[in-house]
């Protein structure tokens, strides 16, 4: 039985399917490389990201595209993480960090696999745009700054605090290696103008074979930082050594944080590009499959993986038709790892900075927040408070604060959403205007309408507004419409306040009347005795179906027209 992501495959589609994986491996190993860079675990670890983790998503998951395996985000949210554990003599780029990093990938696995069970992948939903383009850029701007020291050969003191790290970069201006700063400067020259230039070449791939054959070729060993020896091979398999079963509650903090990622960036890719396809998205079975990529990660000597939609990109821009270009690039990357380490050795340090930087930058989405700041500002602010937060105190705190903005932005929605008034012009034509006190829709008659369920959270906030209106109408109010088309719901309190409410109304010498309920509320709120306070002909269909009725019991005098002038004597 084929797997889900390869039912259907055909074999017209091998050629291309093979030539997009070994494309994409030229991409993706130079950037795993940073990656690994960024999770501070030996360099090899990224690769091994694209590998089993890679293969086993393909056995298990249903997109046909995504491509999963080291990711930036998740990558700093896991340093950072580890970072903040506060594990006496735990040291970056040590062998108990990378154990730390496979504990943390198997905790992500089982709390992936929770959210496969209870159908959770809508929590991927709860990071808004706004928000995770705010997490992502705060991300990018703190990975950068980490790079910083690297890509000008100065010591780096990692400093918790930002402003810290910002702030020795600065002090250490005089102790600029020459060698370094020169190399950084050509890679990234390299790297920017070779996307412009030659953007179907992979430039990343060409940028650090490059560098490794300069160094070998010239014996830059002496005066370059390299990475040195890599001790590669095939991942050995089996369970972390140094952490054990007790610090499993300590590694499900930064589990969690980038359990949320992975649900949110993965769906948000899955779903993009089977729509762009014409296809269609199991978020829930790719959950599943990332849930088993993962285990396959802490088992096999590497970190958390993610659904890139950087690297998924690469595969559609290819036009690549199956997760087969996905199994060529972990066969490719397995032949590196196996036969290339040695070259690995020579690659300098500022190279891969200047890669991972580049890389970082990526996650700044400009045209994203220009997008965000013409539609809506109060959702930039959101954005940016995303980003100050992640700068400030850190990614695993900022993917928490993250999620909490989101919901409290769901609940300001919800809390204060959008009100109008439907006027209604004598030739039928309809008006939403902001409600406010002296509106009405037409003399007699006000159409309020309601952008959100109502529950006791603002309940009594609707009463008002409803209270407001009559008050202050123009003329005396005779009919006090309420739109229900986007009222989905009402609650317990919500019902004892509309009953309230309604009696209110008739207390005034107005109507209550009902427009536009979809029989499930209709039902509800018969059965909370809502609709015993009303005519049962007080409802209708549709808020048209409530004007004509009003019209026809509330004749309207016809519009003054200007009196004719009056004409002088007829000349005889």
Known sequence: ??????????????????LAGVTLAAIAIPECLGYGAIAQV????????????????????????????????????????IAGLGVAGLRAGSDEWLQWAGLIALVTGAMLAAAWVLRLG???????????????AGTAITVMTGQ???????????EDQIWNRWLAIARGVDDIDIWACLLSVVALLTLILGKRLAPRLPIP?????????????????????????????????????????????????????????????SAATARGFAQRRGESADVNRDILGLAGANFAAGLSGTFVVNGSPTKTQVLDEQRARSQVANLTMAVATLLVVLFLSDALAHLPHAVLGAIVFVVAAKLIDVREVVRIFRARRSELATAAFAAVMVIVFGVQTGIVVAMVVSLLALIRRQYRPDRFVITVSDGGKRAFLPARPGLQSLPGLIIFRYDADLFYANANRFSDDVQGLLRSAPTPV???????????????????????????VHKHGAHFILAGVDPVLQKALFTEGVLAGLDPDHVFASVGAAVQAYRELNPQPPPDTPEPEASGPEDD
């Open 42 to 81: 030996p360099v090899v670890a990224g690769l091994y990201t694209i590998i089993l983790p890679t293969i086993v998503f393909v056995l298990i998951g249903s997109s046909r595209l995504m491509v999963v395996g080291a990711d930036s985000a998740t990558a700093a949210l896991l340093s950072s993480g």
């Open 205 to 265: 791939f060409v940028l650090v074979a490059g560098a490794i054959a300069a160094v070998w070729i010239f014996g830059w060993d002496e005066d370059v930082s390299v990475v040195g020896k890599v001790s590669a091979g095939l991942p050995e398999l089996g369970l972390p050594d140094g952490p054990g079963f007790t610090d499993i509650g300590t590694a499900s903090t930064v589990a969690f944080g980038c359990t949320i990622v992975i649900l949110a960036q």
């Open 1 to 18: 039985m084929a797997p889900p992501s390869l039912v259907g495959y055909r074999t017209q589609w091998l050629g291309r399917d093979v």
């Open 478 to 504: 005779n009919w006090l419409v309420l739109d229900c088309a986007a009222i989905g719901d009402v609650d317990y309190s919500a019902s004892t306040m509309l009953s309230s409410l309604i009696d209110y």
């Open 148 to 158: 910083l020291p690297t890509m000008l050969g100065i010591s780096d003191t990692h």
């Open 122 to 136: 809508f929590l991927g939903d709860f990071l808004s745009t706004a928000v995770l383009t705010g997490f992502l």
